[in-house]
Antibody
């Protein structure tokens, strides 16, 4: 069955960096784009970034551009989110999710991980 | 960026009631609209895609409709397990991986009376 498992969250001081990982299984990973979506405590969902199935294309929400970098290693069935210059407002549960269409087909997010919590605090 | 305005922000209804949630996009999104259900402490779950297509395994009491800028999620007969927060999301793009970020509505919390 399709599984996405995030890791790497924790408590980090403002201005520091953190790298999240998303390990996938149960499907042909290299066929699918992967997204990161976050949710601040008690708040709604906020789209963060996407990386294409082949890793060639990336796209970020405006508030993350220049601070966050998404990458993937198809040989390891993994996607990463490198976060730098972290701010208290980046405190959130970070989910990775699979975009349901193969290759360049645009589709919604059909499978989600359980999330990893990032807390930015001094 | 395309803004999604979802209403109401919360509602309370009885088991068996018909429940409707609406989502309005700031521009036409050509039915590139999904609905998700999120229960406390859990990841969102895809319910509806392309505005009206039911995801596999989702009960048929859930349905979606709409076009252009206005979309609706309907629960035909509310069940206790439907207590959750529901989000719409647009994934409209003229060029994938560019130019228009995906956006979610603010969410609608559905409670059972």
């Amino acid at each position: 069955q399709v599984q996405l498992v995030e890791s790497g969250g924790g408590v980090v001081q403002p201005g520091r960096s953190l790298k999240l990982s998303c390990a996938a299984s149960g499907f042909t990973f290299s066929y699918y784009a992967i997204h990161w979506v976050r949710q601040s405590p008690g708040k709604g969902l906020e789209w963060v970034a996407v990386i294409s199935y082949d890793g060639v294309h990336e796209y970020y929400a405006d508030s993350m551009k220049g601070r966050f970098t998404i990458s993937r290693d198809n040989s390891k069935n993994s996607v990463y989110l490198q976060m730098s210059s972290l701010r208290p407002e980046d405190t959130a549960m970070y989910y990775c999710a699979r975009e349901g269409g193969e290759a360049f087909m645009v589709a919604p997010l059909d499978y989600w991980g359980q999330g990893t919590l990032v807390t930015v605090s001094s | 960026d395309i803004q999604m305005t979802q209403s109401p922000s919360s509602l309370s209804a009885s088991v068996g009631d018909r429940v409707t949630i609406t989502c309005r996009a700031s521009q036409g999104i050509s039915n590139s609209l999904a609905w998700y259900q999120q229960k406390p402490g859990k990841a969102p779950k895809l319910l509806i895609y392309t505005a009206s297509r039911l995801e596999s395994g989702v009960p048929s009491r859930f349905s979606g409709s709409g076009s252009g800028t206005d979309y609706t999620l309907t629960i035909s007969s509310l069940q206790p397990e439907d207590s959750a927060t529901y989000y719409c999301q647009q994934y409209y793009t003229t060029q994938h991986y560019c130019c228009s970020p995906w956006t979610f509505g603010q969410g609608t919390k559905v409670e059972i009376k």
